[in-house]
Every structure is written in C-alpha cells, then in structure tokens.
C-alpha cells in the first residue's frame, strides 16, 4: 500500500528557512500533490499543489512569494518555505489525490502522511 512520509519540520526563527520533503513509498497513478497545513483550534489549510503531469504550481495566498513546491523526482515533492513567520507554526501533511485539477479544500486527497511539526519561534 502506498504511504506518504514527511520530513523536514523543525524549530526555526522567524524569518528563517524549512524545507520539508514528502516521499512517496511507491509510484503510483496520483496527479496532484498537495502541502496543507494545520494548527491547534483551526480548519486544515491548504498552502500549496503541484501536477505531477506537468509540474503546473498553486499557492494559498497566505504563503505566496514566499513558499516554493516543487516536484523532485516521480516519488518525491519538497515545500522550501522561506521568510517564515509565527503564524505559519502548525502541523504539516502531504496529501496526494488521482484527479489531475486543483483541489484546494481536504475532502478531495485520498491519501495523506502522516504530518510534520513546523514550529517559528524566537
């Protein structure tokens, strides 16, 4: 059964640099790979997606300009975050869905890791 696993997460200061890796455990037919984010008290938020048919990027608007996603080879896609800031402090999860269209909401993904902590604090 396929698995995604996160790495990356870590305690950094505000203005510094993450960049978390989601790994694919095998190749398989998804389409979209996706980055959302959640914090204690609030709703699973989408940050960011990229195709894997044809590496086409999409950003929440909290975290454009300064996120990147990138798709690193067929199992693997990395999230560079930089200029962090408190407020990006939440859990992380890749998520992965068959459909190649955007999905920005969490109902859609079939499939998710199983998150990574992204602490910004001085």
């Known amino acids: 059964q396929v698995q995604l696993i996160e790495s990356g997460g870590g305690l950094v200061q505000p203005g510094g640099s993450l960049r978390l890796t989601c790994a694919s455990t095998?190749?398989?037919?998804?389409?979209?790979m996706s980055w959302f984010r959640q914090s204690p008290g609030n709703e699973r938020e989408f940050v960011a997606g990229?195709?894997?048919?044809?590496?086409?990027a999409y950003y929440g608007n909290k975290v454009k300009g300064r996120f990147s996603i990138s798709r690193d080879n067929a199992n693997t896609v990395s999230l560079q975050m930089n200029n962090l800031r408190n407020e990006d402090t939440a859990v992380y999860y890749c998520?992965?869905?068959?459909?190649?269209?955007?999905?920005?909401?969490?109902?859609?993904?079939?499939?998710w890791g199983q998150g990574t902590q992204v602490t910004v604090s001085s």
């Open positions: 095998h190749t398989d037919s998804r389409n979209w």
């Open positions: 990229v195709s894997t048919t044809n590496d086409s």
């Open positions: 998520a992965a869905r068959r459909s190649s269209r955007l999905a920005v909401t969490p109902d859609p993904y079939d499939l």
